[in-house]
């Protein structure tokens, strides 16, 4: 497809439990973040990768959140030991690196609801 | 830290007329500030951007004004449509990692 393609749409987990969210970006698209949205509130960053260098993890809200980008491509959210107040949407988007500013692209997202 | 920030939470407004959501950001080092609608159930799909180095920039019934000295933008909707209603995110950008505001829901009423 031509868009950010997340999955899965949606996951029930228990807490406690690990989870993986996947998000396969624009293909060429060297930028890639991750953000969340809990219920009514806003779009909150987690973490962004540019092309080769280190990522941006400041906005991980604990260490038991990581992401991974292999291969420049599609990229892994990992959130371990599940807590009920992970239950959000999580986002991901791609843009281009054009050499100055541009939009990115979101994907439909993933509900994650822990019980 | 919010450094970007949509102190309305919603705006109602009248099928035709205008609507103006509102965005003030903290860190004078963004260069490039976009807004994003976003509905129910779906990722947010981007509306038009504006650079630091101008002041406006229109796009069909959309127009985002910069206010750097004050370091507020603004969107204008015009005219508005009851399919405009949605959830309006700003966001400031600067080195490409994307700040985002809290959200106005926009509702526009036949």
């Known amino acids: 497809g031509a868009g950010v393609s997340q999955s899965p749409s949606n996951k029930v987990t228990e807490k406690g439990k690990d989870v993986e969210l996947r998000c396969d970006p624009i293909?060429?698209?060297?930028?890639l973040y991750w953000y969340r949205q809990s219920l009514g509130q806003g779009l909150e960053f987690l973490i962004y990768f540019q092309g080769n260098s280190a990522p941006d993890k400041s906005g991980l809200p604990s260490d038991r959140f990581s992401a991974e980008r292999t291969g420049g491509s599609v990229s892994t959210l990992t959130i371990q030991r599940t807590q009920q107040e992970d239950s959000a949407v999580y986002l991901c988007?791609?843009?281009?690196?054009?050499?100055?500013?541009?939009?990115?692209?979101f994907g439909q997202g993933t509900r994650l609801t822990v019980v | 830290d919010q450094q970007v920030k949509q102190n309305s939470p919603s705006l109602s407004v009248q099928e035709g007329r205008i609507s103006i959501l509102n965005c003030d950001y903290t860190?004078?080092?963004?260069?490039?500030f976009l807004w994003y609608k976003k509905y129910p159930a779906e990722g947010p799909t981007f509306l038009i951007s504006i650079s630091s180095i101008k002041d406006k920039n229109e796009d069909g019934r959309f127009t985002v004004f910069l206010n750097k000295s004050a370091k507020h933008l603004s969107l204008h909707i015009v005219p508005s449509q009851p399919g405009d209603s949605a959830v309006y995110f700003c966001a400031a950008s600067n080195t490409g990692k994307l700040i985002f505001g809290q959200g106005t829901t926009l509702q526009v009423k036949p």
């Open positions: 293909s060429g698209h060297t930028a």
């Open positions: 988007a791609s843009s281009e690196d054009r050499g100055v500013n541009t939009e990115a692209f």
């Open positions: 860190n004078s080092m963004f260069d490039y």
